[in-house]
């Protein structure tokens, strides 16, 4: 009798461990779902009742206010190689558009985004209702690095894969 309870006990933690050792989806949606309250809160300033509301909703306090609050958050949030990749694509204008909202502005659809785990591993898809009532989805792609998670990557509600878009200056027209 103790040896089999041993046995179950000594398989109860192994399977345990084996788990716990596994990186988790809800890791990753807990993440991206802390990165968009603090970024969609960092540019939707305007919208005062709503914008009170979104903070409380999601437990986002001690919000920098500062005009680079948004760059700042993408620097510590994404790949070294997807913040430049976004930073010339901006700079030659190939990227007109906030890549991690899948628009230029800001507006109050952005309040009720949701993250869910893609069908690939390590990629999860940003929802929400744009201001004409149409879902916008974003895929974004989470990475390890140091023991930390950054994003590495983009695909857009326009089909464009970030870090596949071209920066050559020949197609700084593309605009």
Request: proline share 2%; aromatic share 14%.
């Amino acid at each position: 009798m103790k040896k089999k309870m041993f046995f179950c006990l000594f398989l109860f933690l192994g399977s345990s461990t084996f788990i716990i050792g596994q990186p988790s989806q809800d890791i990753g949606i807990n993440y991206l779902n802390e990165f968009y309250a603090r970024y969609v809160a960092s540019c939707c300033k305007e919208y005062n009742e709503s914008y009170f509301d979104f903070l409380k909703n999601h437990g986002v306090q001690n919000i920098d206010s500062s005009a680079d609050a948004e760059e700042r958050l993408l620097k510590e949030n994404c790949t070294d190689e997807l913040y430049a990749k976004i930073d010339s694509l901006r700079v030659l204008y190939i990227l007109d558009y906030d890549p991690f909202i899948c628009a230029q502005d800001c507006f109050k659809g952005l309040f009720s985004f949701s993250i869910t785990n893609h069908s690939i591993p390590e990629w999860y898809q940003m929802n929400y209702m744009d201001d004409s009532n149409q879902e916008r989805v974003i895929y974004l792609n989470l990475v390890k690095i140091n023991g930390k998670l950054k994003i590495a990557n983009i695909r857009t509600c326009l089909n464009e894969d970030i870090m596949d878009l071209s920066t050559n200056e020949e197609n700084a027209e593309y605009k």
